[in-house]
């Protein structure tokens, strides 16, 4: 018999999940076209629009991590030729530069120091000067805690011919992600993030505006797993078999968005807030410095520099083994240099933040 | 609360699974780079080599459904130009032509009418005329529950310098799949199937000779969600993140894993032969016939015509309803002309049977 620790999750995800969620998953298959699931299927759909706060009829969830639903986004939306911007900021900002090539874009990329974000007026500058199908962007970069600002961006780039391509995996239902207000044509998150719920699965929504670019494509689409022209019609329209949908994750993730719901949005938003404060708070007294610029720190993602002289993976054993606590090292350029404590979801709390500050003054 | 039905699932999967992997299913989720998730991954590999009956190394999970898995081995072992003879008996044939165009692939195909399966001389004809990298077959046609034998295929194949990629979605853990003897080089299944594990996942595992292939690419592999050269090191080697595993859905594959292995292959076989033999028996009694010819219908995918006069979708509407069973109408030529009855894994049991054939006798 499976024997699994009780973990408490403070690193990039996943995050702690709820029993309600955990209960959810365990509830009996049904088959994947059964009426019942059809109707579990819609409502996903409408939660999701909820949380992403859009009315975009093209939202689901993919049949994959995070990741997949990066590319979801640019398998569909990128042809051989098409023009990419892809503003580069840290691992997740090269992942999609990588994703892009792949797919045959023109790419041009803009960079700023990890750590650091964009300046919207850059962006457009860069985009005026290279006239992109499409600026792929991340809200909140996972790899250096940072958060970019993404108000204004949507229309200036709408203006310009551009459609804007986010990465919300780790802000999505921790702060606020306004894929309608904010002009975003195409979106996509993880689970196992503020979502509090396993990974598997990577929600996704399309403006009106890419759905068109979608339909008049040329080519067709090299990815037949991630294709929407057939996953649309899987998820609403016709129901037509594509694949057989991930059934009892789609079950938890239900759960998990009803949580974020019945919760509200702006008090998900404001118990973040709340906890990165006292984190930041109590880090400080550590002397523990972040990695992000201050006024840009995510709250749900918190990249600090790993004090000098600290034997970092002796640190999190040790955080590990005696207190059952998990927080993340740094990736990327930040390798050895970064600890990167998560408060997403559910894991977002006084007590999570209370025990994690007592145990590092205990092993410093 | 999610308020899902008990269903009797013997349609063409996701089949019934049992109660420890819904246990499984819902332990608390870890890391997905926490030793206890990596020793656990490390399980799931073990296992995976002994129901592919494979010592191949690069034998793993994908982090999608079946369909993932065809698209794996596709997009890695085919790039622009390589030559692939694709035999397509039913709609999972044509699926792979699909998948392999969109990779690149010159592609030759050969047919048999639906229901039918290839004379293996026919198949090693076609590639000594066509000289194709690659030979793409699927072992178990869930569109027309046509069994196609594949020994002696692979070493035919390999003489003429072509790779042998099998679909086992289906065939997995309820018929023998010797990926090793047979000399299968590259083989993908699905969890919810035989496994009787929740849809999500897709077991592949790839053969030296096929890992030469990958290495010696020209190409970068169009899919990075899906590229093997960073997939394998994240599920061996150094463990370097690639993407977030599905935590959970593997716990529950461990388990469905360890289930088959504590029932044996030979015994779990021997019972989806008689659960088979009797339905096959009862169905003949109620003027029921076989879609695919005498000799080779799968045990695990019983494709019948729907008798005259039958309201198809009615008759499907009623089992669901009053008997809480669900069965499969056809797919693609077979569409309202055929029933798919699945004795998948779990579900595989004169107990479902018997009260298949009782509801078919009081609805017919």
Redesign the interface.
């Known amino acids: 018999m ?1 024997s ?4 408490v ?1 403070m ?1 990039p ?2 995050s ?2 709820p029993a309600r969620v ?11 076209l ?3 699931f059809l109707t ?1 299927m819609d409502e996903v759909r409408d939660r999701l629009q909820a949380v992403f706060q859009t009315q975009n009829e093209m939202t689901l969830a993919v ?6 639903g ?2 979801t986004l640019f398998v569909n939306l990128v042809e051989p030729g098409t023009r990419v911007l892809v503003c580069k900021q840290g691992v997740f900002g090269n ?1 999609m530069e ?2 892009a090539r ?2 045959g874009a023109e790419v041009v990329t803009l960079e700023v120091p990890w750590g650091s974000v964009f300046e919207t007026s850059a962006i457009v500058a860069a985009a005026d000067a290279h006239r992109p199908d499409l600026v792929a962007i991340v809200h909140a970069e996972t790899s250096t805690g940072a958060h970019q600002p993404l108000a204004g961006l949507g229309p200036a780039l709408h203006e310009l011919g551009a459609l804007l391509l986010v990465d919300c995996v780790t802000s999505l239902a921790g702060m606020p992600v306004e894929v309608d207000a904010w002009g975003i044509d195409a979106a996509y998150s ?1 689970t ?1 993030k503020c979502l509090s719920c ?3 699965l990577a929600p996704i929504t399309l403006s009106p505006r890419a759905v068109e670019r979608l339909e008049r494509r040329a080519a ?6 991630l294709d929407l022209s057939m996953v649309r019609n899987y998820w609403g329209g016709d129901r037509a ?9 789609l ?2 993730l ?2 998990a968005l009803g949580i974020v719901l019945e919760e509200g949005l702006e008090a998900r938003f404001a118990r973040h807030a709340a906890a990165h404060d006292q984190l930041r708070a109590g880090l400080a007294e550590l002397g523990i410095d972040y990695l992000a610029a201050p006024g840009h720190q995510l709250p749900m993602l918190n990249a600090v520099s790993i004090p000098e002289g600290t034997d970092d993976k002796a640190v999190r054993r040790r955080l ?1 083994a005696d207190y059952g606590l ?1 927080i993340g090292g740094g ?1 990327g350029a930040f390798a050895g240099r970064a600890w990167r404590i998560g408060l997403m979801g559910h894991a977002a709390t006084r007590r999570n933040v209370t025990l994690l500050l007592s145990a590092l003054r205990d092993l410093l």
């Not at 699994?4 to 973990?7: D, F, K, S, T, W």
């Not at 955990?22 to 994947?32: C, D, F, I, K, N």
């Not at 067709?220 to 797993?225: A, I, N, T």
Request: glycine share 10%.
């Open positions: 499976l699994i620790p009780e973990r999750l690193g995800g996943p702690d999940v955990l209960e959810a998953l365990s509830r009996p298959t049904v088959g994947h059964d009426p019942v579990l049949s994959g991590t995070g990741s997949a990066m590319e992942r990588d994703v792949r797919c993880g196992q396993p990974p598997g067709p689409v090299q990815s037949w797993y078999y594509h694949h057989t949908a991930p059934v009892n994750m079950y938890a239900h759960e590990l998990e990736l």
